[in-house]
């Protein structure tokens, strides 16, 4: 697959704003984006990860975000983590303006460019990323060929973040299909051991990210990629969003 080079398009200028201590990323958001957009995250996203990111939040963090589009989450996670670092990167450079929100980095590269994003993880986060999130092209093997070049970019103890994996269920979307029902039929008269269930695109994704969460109970070859028995310390699905959280081990 073609990859595209990483043309670097820093922020610069300005100064953030104080949002103080006790505001919600739905605060943040809500105080930059008081008219939302189609394509805007919804606040349900930014509730499912309240949790995971306000222990962070005083920190000097390294946050990878893939896809950007108009920069509106990207603006969000800045004001939220004033004293972290924002990457943020997108297949198409779009003229988003962000002066006033001095710890982001804008850069150009493909999602499924592994040389690429391991330049940009040597140059940015050299460490490991804090936070990943993935909100790019929502195609299922995009995402699996993103998280098989970034996941060991994460530090332990890190957040992987998978957006908008219902895009599987669409029939419209270019891996996505209508949902399919299979009859589950018993085996010789005993329990079914098989429940087939719908794999398109994203769906199909997060139900490898199962396998690999399954780690210690897959006896003889494991899934691909193997990451070893306990990669995750958990996985957490939502509507539209899935967070990991990577092992310490």
Known sequence: MASLQSDILRSSGGTSSPIGPGRTLVDVARSLNPSRGEFSKPYD???FYEPYFSPLRERDIRFLEVGVYEGESTKVFSRYFERGSIVGIDLQIRDIDFRGFKNVTYLKANQTDGDALSKIAVDYAPDG??????????VGYFSLLTFLHVFPRLKPGGIYIVEDWGTGYWNTWPDGGSFQRFPVESYQGEIPKRLISHDHGMVGFVKLLVDIAAGGDIKGEGPFPNLGPHPFQSMNVYPGTVVIRKSER
């Open 45 to 47: 996203f930014y509730d």
């Open 129 to 138: 990323f804090d936070i990943i999130l993935d909100d790019a092209s929502h």
